[in-house]
Nanobody
Framework: QLQLVESGGGLVQPGESLRLSCAASGPTLKDIAISWFRQAPGKEREKVLCVNYYGFVTKYSASVEGRFTISRDNAKHTAYLQMNSLKPEDTAVYYC?????????????????WGTGTPVTVSS
């Protein structure tokens, strides 16, 4: 059973950076596409970025273009979300998710495995 655990969230000021991590256990991360989602207070969950098994990235949110990047380290079974130039509107709980071990490519399909989320607050 794939398990995903996010870390790295916290309180930062506008303009600062954070790097979130998504650690996988169970099947290795190597064969799995990882997506990052976020859910702001009172809003629907939003898909932000996805990185596939080969390291190719699919972008889903125009609001983070040029500021957020996704990457992965298969040897460490970990994916990352680097967030730069953070804005108050980036405040949300951030989740990593995956369709599963047989889905190495990013897609619009439903995610079957989710982490519990890590909160990010951007405020002065």
């Amino acid at each position: 059973q794939l398990q995903l655990v996010e870390s790295g969230g916290g309180l930062v000021q506008p303009g600062e950076s954070l790097r979130l991590s998504c650690a996988a256990s169970g099947p290795t991360l190597k064969d799995i596409a990882i997506s990052w989602f976020r859910q702001a207070p009172g809003k629907e969950r939003e898909k932000v970025l996805c990185v596939n098994y080969y390291g190719f990235v699919t972008k889903y949110s125009a609001s983070v273009e040029g500021r957020f990047t996704i990457s992965r380290d298969n040897a460490k079974h970990t994916a990352y979300l680097q967030m730069n130039s953070l804005k108050p509107e980036d405040t949300a709980v951030y989740y990593c998710a995956a369709q599963g071990p047989t889905f190495p490519y990013c897609s619009d399909g439903a995610m079957n495995f989710w982490g519990t989320g890590t909160p990010v607050t951007v405020s002065s």
